[in-house]
């Protein structure tokens, strides 16, 4: 046991890295993936078909490869003279944040389509505009579809973290491999608590799920 208590402040110097990234992704990737659901199901084809390319592409390729691309090709192709550490911190919390984003824009988009076409006629019968349908009537049934899969989503972020130490930035998963390379004996408990700490981590977000599965429980409007 107290190796494993040793272990563990050790671990907990990468935290705020782990946290910083996660927050960070989960801006992003919430964002992007409310503009890319939209673009999807927009009227313009040009919007409509780059928000194609965008998700195709993020869900078509590695997240470790993105990571790659955000913090060796995108400072040098914007001009910007970053730290490693800034360099590592942009480009985990753009490689995660698009990734997710990517996906999560199928979610916005799948949640939209299945709002009965009754409730468009319904507002549309009332008068209301285009915009009023989406923001009174279609896009609040829409979301209470989204939460549970934008809760699972939340946890995988989380994971993904642990990403970021291959980009040079100083995590939990960092420090556990810094110290293991020189305490080789020590393989089981730095794991083993870094696999517990992971977990302790996830626990709030999987209560968040589990409470958006609860509003989402409680029924959609049908025709």
């Given at each position: ?25 989960v ?34 390729t ?15 192709l914007?001009?910007l ?29 799948g ?10 006629e ?51 998963t ?8 020189t ?20 626990l709030?977000?999987?209560?968040l799920?589990?409470?958006?599965e ?10």
């Amino acid at each position: 046991m107290g190796d494993y208590l040793q272990v563990l402040p050790i671990l907990l110097r990468g935290l705020d890295i782990t946290l910083y990234v996660l927050l960070g992704s989960v801006v992003v990737g919430y964002l992007i993936a409310f503009i890319a659901g939209f673009g999807r199901l927009s009227a313009n084809p040009f919007i409509r078909k780059f928000t194609v390319v965008y998700v195709e592409v993020f869900r078509g390729t590695s997240l470790i490869v993105q990571l790659f691309w955000f913090y060796f090709v995108l400072p040098g192709l914007l001009g910007l003279e970053l730290t490693n550490f800034q360099s590592g911190l942009l480009a985990g919390i753009l490689g995660i944040g698009f990734n997710y984003g990517a996906y999560m824009s199928e979610v916005v988009r799948g949640a939209i389509l299945a709002v009965p076409h009754g409730q468009y006629e319904a507002a549309t019968a009332l008068n209301m505009s285009r915009f009023e349908r989406m923001r009174l009537v279609v896009f609040p049934q829409a979301v209470r579809m989204m939460l549970p899969e934008f809760g699972n989503y939340l946890i995988q972020m989380l994971k993904a973290t642990s990403l970021v130490y291959m980009i040079s930035l100083a995590d939990m998963t960092y420090e556990a491999g810094l110290f293991q390379s020189t305490n080789i004996s020590m393989t089981i408990p730095i794991y083993t608590m870094l696999l517990v700490v992971y977990f302790i981590l996830a626990l709030p977000l999987i209560g968040l799920t589990k409470w958006f599965e609860r509003i989402a429980s409680r029924g959609v409007a049908s025709e």
